[in-house]
């Protein structure tokens, strides 16, 4: 997977300054899971592998979630009620 939105140059910045500078990935850092308004309420939420790369690549954002993910988490899910059964 790639992420294409710049962060920084590494040969002309250090590491930690493209880290802890770069608005981007402050915004990134920023995000706490009550800001995902979709992911609050799933009953798949203990079976993702939430991805906000995935997010961002899929959706040119992180809040709203890649629709591939929810549906591996429902297919987990459903796995896992059947295996149960
Ligand atoms: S399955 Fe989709 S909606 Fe549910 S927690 Fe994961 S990303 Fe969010």
Redesign the pocket.
């Known amino acids: 997977m790639e992420l294409t939105q710049p962060l920084g140059n590494a040969l002309n910045q250090p590491i930690k300054e493209i880290w802890g500078k770069t608005p981007f990935l402050k915004d990134l850092r920023s995000l706490k899971k009550k800001d ?1 308004m ?3 309420i ?4 203990n ?5 906000y790369a995935n ?1 961002f690549i899929w959706n040119k954002g992180y809040k709203k ?3 591939y ?6 297919i987990k899910y459903s796995l896992d009620k059947k295996s149960n059964d």
């Not at 799933?42 to 939420?45: A, L, P």
């Not at 079976?47 to 991805?51: E, H, P």
């Not at 993910?69 to 429902?74: D, G, L, P």
């Open positions: 995902l979709f992911c609050k799933c009953k798949y939420k079976y993702c592998v939430f991805c997010n979630p890649y629709p993910q929810c549906k591996i988490a429902q």
